[in-house]
């Protein structure tokens, strides 16, 4: 074989034969060599074969293998072998220097480049040559192109994983990405949600007008619920008319519950099915992991069986597993929705209180704080610590303050125009620490809008939690200042319940402290309370800022803060929350 390569190399580049055999003459059988035999493979195989010296460099092709990368066999003479592989290689290609030099021999799949361009799978086969004294010589490479055989695999694989009518994951197909995420969120302590869906009204209209329009609403159904989840989830067909679907990231009870919520609007909009408009909803059971089951066929009948739960409860639906979360999050969605809607009609559904701060040395009025309650239906009014956080959460708050602020801003007018003495008074609002952004709302910051309804703002505070006054942001010095010369004051509210930063508090046009919370209501009974509140006082007063302690319930918590210096209160013991109305009323036998 030493002289084998030239040989084959002679007849690569067009040089005739000198074997009867080749040149194709009949010949006796006895009289051909195992050579001859061996030269006719070389030249009419259908399998490529190069031979490269030991730096892999080629000095013999074959015809096949110009037929399969379209290369002419004489021009990579001399060429390194890497020129025809993809630069995105199996890392077993990347070894098969090293596998060479151990074992002589290499097998595995390339990913190569045809001459116009084009990558190809190949199966390769490489083996090493050596002389008698056992010094490596050559390398015989012999290869097939596989494209039609993984393309015929890759549709095998889509026939087994994927349903044939809606192009979504089988069954088969679910059960192997249920199993990768068990494995992954036991790894991880991570949580991941199954939602099962039901079409509430498929076997009617399969029934009424025939499979083909059956088909449709399915292949329309799998379209719409598809566009709800995010790329990484899981949408599968789990047989009839049922779905499944697969949220593996970021999964709490609540993110499954919304989820659901927007499958079901989905299927919300008519479906136009056999020439008319027909409506469909659905039904959806949730299942999380671990809670649920830790089994996957548990996990789907679970989901299955909270499916069955919520059809039956009505069309349109959905039911988690743990009924008592069910009813728990339903409750949520109930409120959420609640919410939405008294902040669509807000006059019909919140009312304002006024609530007087008192001078604690003359025990008159002299100043007010609006206080926003929400009615629902047949329920008692709502403080705003127990529906605020839910309008954050919804981002709903920064709508509510503008309310607030217009329905203050038209009763300081109104009290203005009649002369009444409540417009001497300074009315404090509390807001939210969202509507301190630029654009929090239609993309008006705070003091464009108070200079389009307010001529005058100067009886105008602006009270906000101190907790957001955590962080230093440059743009929040800025709205505030700008506040600042609008007239409009400004305070910090819950100074005893959240943390605040005095060094930043010092930058800032903060010029009244508002002080509640556990240490007001412990004042009365307790010295170092006192000297805590008198203490943060004097801090304030330091800083220009006046002090307000608010939650006053009755005399001896009023007379410890006398006795620490503090002038302004705020509480139940002088006057509880009222209408504008009773406010009038209560104001005049204040001023007998």
């Known amino acids: 074989m030493d002289d084998g390569p030239s040989r084959n190399s002679d007849t690569a580049h067009g040089e005739p034969s000198g074997n009867p055999l080749v040149q194709g003459l009949p010949i006796p059988r006895g009289e051909v060599s195992q050579r001859d035999f061996a030269e006719l493979a070389f030249l009419h195989g259908l399998v490529g074969i190069i031979i490269t010296d030991p730096e892999h460099r080629i000095l013999v092709a074959n015809p096949a293998f110009s037929a399969i990368t379209g290369y002419d066999g004489q021009e990579v003479i001399g060429w390194d ?28 799949e390339v990913l190569c480049r045809r001459k116009n361009g084009e990558y190809y799978p190949e199966l390769l086969i490489i083996n090493a040559v050596h002389d008698a004294q056992g010094r490596l010589t050559h390398y015989v490479r012999a290869f097939i192109d596989i494209s039609t055989l993984k393309a015929n695999e890759s549709q095998l694989r889509l026939k087994a994983h994927y349903d044939p009518l809606t ?7 679910l059960n192997d990405r249920l199993a990768h995420a068990m494995r992954r969120a036991k790894r991880h302590d991570r949580r991941f949600a199954l939602l099962f869906i039901d079409l509430d009204c498929f076997k009617r209209i399969n029934d009424s007008l025939g499979h083909a329009a059956g088909d449709q609403l399915l292949k329309q159904t799998a379209r719409r619920l598809s566009r709800v989840l995010r790329s990484d989830d899981t949408l599968a067909r789990f047989g009839g008319d049922e779905f499944v679907a ?4 970021d999964v709490s009870s609540a993110s499954a519950q919304n989820v659901a919520i927007r499958l079901l609007e989905a299927l919300e909009p008519p479906f136009w099915i056999a020439g008319q408009h027909l409506p469909v909803s659905g039904s959806i059971g949730i299942a999380l992991y671990p809670q649920d089951s830790d089994d996957i066929d548990e996990l789907i009948h679970h989901a299955d069986a909270a499916m069955y739960a919520a059809k039956r409860a009505g069309h349109g639906r959905y039911a988690f597993v743990d009924k008592a979360l069910s009813r728990d999050m339903q409750a949520q969605l109930t409120r959420e929705i609640a919410l939405r809607e008294a902040l669509g009609a807000p006059d019909r559904h919140f009312r304002l209180l006024y609530q007087p701060q008192i001078d604690l040395q003359t025990g008159r009025p002299v100043g007010l704080e609006a206080l926003v309650r929400w009615h629902p239906p047949s329920q008692e009014p709502l403080l705003p610590r127990q529906f605020l956080p839910l309008a954050r959460s919804l981002g709903l708050a920064v709508r509510l303050d503008r309310w607030v602020l217009g329905q203050v801003i038209r009763q300081h007018q109104h009290w203005l125009m009649n002369d009444s003495p409540l417009a001497k008074l300074p009315i404090a609002v509390n807001i939210v620490d969202q509507h301190l952004l630029e654009d929090a709302f239609d993309h008006q910051p705070l003091d464009r ?18 907790d957001s006054l ?4 440059e743009e929040l010095q800025h709205l505030l200042r700008r506040l600042q010369r609008l007239g409009v004051k400004l305070a910090i509210d819950e100074l005893g319940d959240g943390y605040v930063n005095f ?9 009244q ?22 203490g943060i006082h004097h801090l304030l007063a330091s800083l220009g800022v006046d002090c307000i302690v608010v939650g006053v319930e009755n005399q001896p918590t009023a007379t ?18 009222m209408t504008a109305a009773d406010l009038a009323g209560w104001y005049q036998t204040q001023q007998d």
């Not at 993809?86 to 070894?95: A, D, G, T």
């Not at 505070?461 to 101190?466: D, G, N, R, V």
């Not at 955590?470 to 942001?473: D, T």
């Open 513 to 534: 402290a508002k002080l509640n919370g556990a240490l007001v209501a412990s004042v009365a009974r307790q010295e170092r309370s006192q000297k805590l509140i008198g």
């Open 470 to 473: 955590a962080g230093e942001p």
């Open 449 to 466: 809008f108070l200079r389009e309804h307010a001529e005058d703002a100067s009886w105008l505070t602006l009270e906000i939690a101190s």
């Open 81 to 108: 072998i890497s020129v025809f592989h993809s630069r995105e290689q199996k890392p077993e290609y990347h070894e098969q220097c090293q596998h060479l030099d151990l074992k002589h021999r290499w097998q595995g």
């Open 167 to 173: 192009g979504l994951a089988n069954r088969l197909l």
């Open 246 to 249: 697969l949220l593996e990231h």
């Open 560 to 577: 410890a803060l006398i006795a620490q210096g503090v002038t302004r209160s705020q509480g139940n013991h002088f006057a509880a929350p």
């Open 503 to 511: 060094a930043y508090l010092s930058r800032l046009p903060i010029r």
